[in-house]
């Protein structure tokens, strides 16, 4: 709570992460302008608009919500039934899916919020989205060890991971083709499943001059270089590429951002690091244009947008 003695505006903060001015009128009536909304609860989730200047954001304060990266306010606000867990949106930008925590699958009208789809999906928590490049298919990772691929004209499951992995997935990248999913274990290992077969295939010399649509997996030659010396296993929370496969981006649990020349695969590459956050950072993505990078700092329930200026 803050008070202006010049103008008697009082700026308020509430437990909801909304700040607003308070004014009285000439009518003697208090009016309320809102400078800023934000999550409430752990932020799990962030992704850029791939067709315009906006992202979307989700996480466990039950909302799903819409941002303009250029007048940094907040476009549009979502109610979801339950907490979620993971967020992809359409190549065309019209829907946004969202994985719950309680395993169900949301799929969302970006312009009205309303719901297109909504399913029970897995046993366990949704961790991982991600839709096919052609935009037919979109893959579900959940915490039961389990990828699913469904058919995004009727949201059915039209085939999954046969075995479950051996642990939960991280990440998911499709091939540029749409025949593979690249896979990233919270174990450390590197799967590649076939689309069309669901098989589990090991991702190493088969398949090494492979083209990805998206990278976001924390192993692999492409980033090799990423990793701090003496690194844990976790110390890398986020990743994500460009769009124009230049840069590369990672968030880890200390709250860093750091930036690095795409591919990155010698120990102990140069990047800028730059810090914010005061939790580890839960997802990561650049803006369409390459302009900016997203962040979002898991239970410090901030979003942060950084301008990129190269490396």
């Not at 700026?11 to 309320?32: F, K, M, P, Q, Y």
């Not at 991600?130 to 935009?135: A, E, I, L, N, V």
């Not at 699913?148 to 051996?166: C, E, F, H, I, Y």
Request: include cysteine; aromatic fraction near 6%.
């Amino acid at each position: 709570l803050s008070l202006s003695v010049l103008s008697s505006v009082v700026a308020v903060g509430t437990n909801t992460n909304v700040v607003l001015l308070l004014e009285r009128g000439s009518d003697g009536g208090v009016s309320r302008h809102i400078v800023t909304e934000g999550h409430s609860g752990r932020v799990a989730g962030v992704v850029a608009d791939p067709s315009t200047h906006s992202m979307v954001s989700c996480g466990e304060d039950n909302t799903c919500r819409i941002w303009c990266m250029r007048r940094h306010v907040q476009t549009a606000r979502y109610p979801l039934k339950t907490a979620a867990s993971s967020v992809s949106i359409s190549d065309d930008g019209a829907a946004v899916a969202l994985g719950m925590m309680n395993g169900r699958l949301d799929v969302l009208d970006v312009d009205s919020g309303k719901t297109l789809s909504s399913k029970p999906c897995r046993r366990k928590a949704i961790v991982a989205l991600s839709f096919s490049p052609d935009g037919d298919l979109c893959a579900v990772a959940g915490r039961d060890n389990v990828v699913d691929v469904r058919d995004v004209k009727t949201w059915r499951s039209v085939g999954s991971s046969k075995p479950p992995l051996s642990s939960a997935a991280m990440s998911l990248d499709w091939s540029e083709d749409g025949e593979w999913i690249q896979v990233s274990t919270a174990s450390g290992e590197l799967q590649v499943l076939s689309t069309a077969a669901s098989v589990n295939r090991n991702a190493a010399e088969p398949l090494r001059d492979t083209a990805w649509k998206s990278w976001t997996s924390r192993l692999g030659w492409p980033v090799a270089g990423i990793w701090p010396k003496y690194a844990g296993a976790n110390s890398i929370k986020a990743v994500a590429r460009s769009n124009s496969q230049q840069l590369l981006v990672t968030g880890g649990t200390d709250g860093a951002v750091s930036l690095f020349r795409y591919p990155c695969c010698t120990p102990g590459s140069a990047a800028k690091v730059m810090c914010g956050h005061g939790s580890h950072i839960s997802s990561i993505a650049f803006s369409a244009d390459d302009r900016y990078v997203m962040t979002a700092g898991g239970r410090d329930q901030c979003l942060l947008v950084w301008r990129v200026d190269g490396v």
